[in-house]
């Protein structure tokens, strides 16, 4: 899964990168623009810690994702930056929340609507230029009528996830790689001394009625905790007045921003999250441990992960009735611990 960190120049997203993926990066207007940093992250999870500290596994495996620091022009949004967003999975748009190098103070919900108008614009552009290529053959009616809908809706200014579309409608769009389209979260880069702060109201109107994810953190603050040793960090957060570090919940809410959840494995070999969208059927998710499993599925034997911890074995969990049997059918779960019976 593929998520861009997007912003107008100033808002700190590449520092915001740099923090999330412990990655050093060139931040600041001298920083070059024209590519993208790449980065891995692990997903934070408690269940796969709780799973491990039963089976003691030679290997502990997080889920993970992928992120990009979108390169940006230096003036604003362009029409490469929009571009190289286009074969992103999601989006997490930075904004300021601090005084700028002049000490103007932070614009947020501009910078939220700029960002909003600038990828309405070019998503209209890209429709458009479809509805006049399907006007002139009439090759495909229903794909016209429901694009003429979309253009409409894009031509007041409003995104399409806040559209109500029908799921098969959202597909036969796809392929457009439409940026209002795809889910966006909003992260507020404040000051070290706001980070404990609630969001300006305003900002949280702007995010709540667009139907979309806020976190708040300082990427300052959570570089310097990226940067020390894992066992420090917990004390230098505390200190902070912090639970956890902000960038888990930003890594979780981005997780989450993309509708997937956790399969879970366990054993001595392995304790791991797998990665699935919501939704997915017991065998296309075995498949994402190895084909050969989906091929020749038989059966999926399900614990829920609370009852693995509290039982602590598959047995017990067998003998206390918490271990289901289910067929094809059966759609897995966030949190689910996973056995598949198969044969190939």
Same mark, same amino acid.
């Given at each position: #899964?593929? +998520?861009?960190?997007?912003?107008?120049?100033?808002? $700190?997203?590449?520092?915001?990168?740099?923090?999330?993926?412990?990655?050093?990066?060139?931040?600041?207007?001298?920083?070059? @623009?024209?590519?993208? *940093?790449?980065?891995?992250?692990?997903?934070?999870?408690? &269940?796969?810690?709780?799973?491990?500290? =039963?089976?003691?596994?030679?290997?502990?495996?997080?889920?993970?994702? %992928?992120?990009?620091?979108?390169?940006?022009?230096?003036?604003?949004?362009?029409?490469?930056?929009?571009?190289? #967003?286009?074969?992103?999975?999601?989006?997490?748009?930075?904004? &300021?929340?601090?005084?700028?190098?002049? $000490?103007?103070?932070?614009?947020?919900?501009?910078? =939220?609507?700029? !960002?909003?108008?600038?990828?309405?614009?070019?998503?209209?552009?890209?429709?458009?230029?479809? +509805?006049?290529?399907?006007?002139?053959?009439?090759?495909?009616? /229903?794909?016209?009528?429901?694009?003429? /809908?979309?253009?409409?809706?894009?031509?007041?200014?409003?995104?399409? @996830?806040?559209?109500?579309?029908?799921?098969?409608?959202? &597909? %036969?769009?796809?392929?457009?790689?439409?940026?209002?389209?795809?889910?966006?979260?909003?992260?507020? *880069?404040?000051?070290?001394?706001?980070?404990?702060?609630?969001?300006?109201? %305003?900002?949280?109107?702007?995010?709540?009625?667009?139907?979309?994810?806020?976190?708040?953190?300082?990427?300052?603050?959570? #570089?310097?905790?990226?940067?020390?040793?894992?066992?420090?960090?917990?004390?230098?957060?505390?200190?902070? $007045?912090?639970?956890?570090?902000?960038?888990? @919940?930003? =890594?979780?809410?981005?997780?989450?921003?993309?509708? !997937?959840?956790? #399969?879970?494995?366990?054993?001595?070999?392995?304790?791991?999250?797998?990665?699935?969208?919501?939704?997915?059927?017991?065998? @296309?998710?075995?498949?994402? =441990?190895?084909?050969? +499993?989906?091929?020749?599925?038989? /059966? %999926?034997?399900?614990?829920?992960?609370?009852?693995?911890?509290? !039982?602590?074995?598959?047995?017990?969990? &067998?003998?206390? $009735?918490?271990?289901?049997?289910?067929?094809?059918?059966?759609?897995?779960?966030?949190?689910?611990?996973?056995?598949?019976?198969? *044969?190939?």
């Amino acid at each position: #899964m593929r +998520i861009g960190l997007v912003g107008l120049p100033g808002s $700190g997203k590449s520092t915001v990168f740099g923090a999330l993926t412990g990655l050093s990066v060139e931040t600041g207007y001298a920083a070059r @623009r024209d590519r993208a *940093n790449l980065g891995v992250v692990k997903v934070p999870d408690a &269940r796969v810690d709780a799973l491990a500290r =039963i089976f003691e596994p030679r290997k502990t495996t997080y889920a993970e994702i %992928a992120f990009t620091d979108v390169a940006g022009a230096s003036k604003g949004i362009d029409r490469a930056t929009l571009d190289a #967003m286009r074969p992103l999975d999601a989006l997490c748009q930075v904004v &300021r929340g601090f005084p700028d190098a002049a $000490g103007g103070p932070p614009e947020p919900v501009r910078e =939220i609507t700029e !960002l909003e108008a600038e990828t309405v614009l070019a998503d209209l552009a890209v429709i458009e230029g479809r +509805i006049a290529r399907l006007e002139k053959d009439r090759s495909s009616p /229903r794909e016209l009528e429901l694009l003429r /809908r979309v253009a409409a809706a894009l031509e007041d200014g409003r995104a399409l @996830r806040a559209i109500d579309l029908a799921p098969e409608e959202r &597909r %036969a769009l796809a392929g457009f790689a439409l940026l209002t389209q795809k889910p966006l979260l909003l992260v507020l *880069n404040v000051p070290e001394d706001e980070i404990l702060a609630p969001p300006p109201a %305003a900002v949280a109107e702007a995010a709540k009625s667009r139907g979309l994810g806020l976190v708040v953190l300082s990427a300052p603050v959570e #570089m310097d905790i990226a940067q020390l040793p894992e066992a420090e960090q917990p004390d230098f957060v505390a200190s902070l $007045g912090l639970e956890e570090p902000a960038r888990h @919940r930003f =890594i979780r809410a981005a997780f989450e921003l993309c509708d !997937l959840v956790s #399969m879970l494995t366990s054993g001595p070999d392995e304790c791991r999250a797998w990665p699935i969208a919501r939704g997915t059927p017991a065998p @296309r998710a075995a498949g994402k =441990i190895h084909s050969d +499993i989906e091929r020749g599925f038989i /059966r %999926a034997e399900v614990i829920h992960w609370r009852d693995l911890v509290e !039982l602590g074995s598959e047995a017990r969990c &067998r003998e206390a $009735g918490k271990l289901r049997v289910e067929g094809k059918d059966y759609v897995v779960q966030d949190g689910d611990v996973v056995h598949f019976r198969f *044969n190939v």
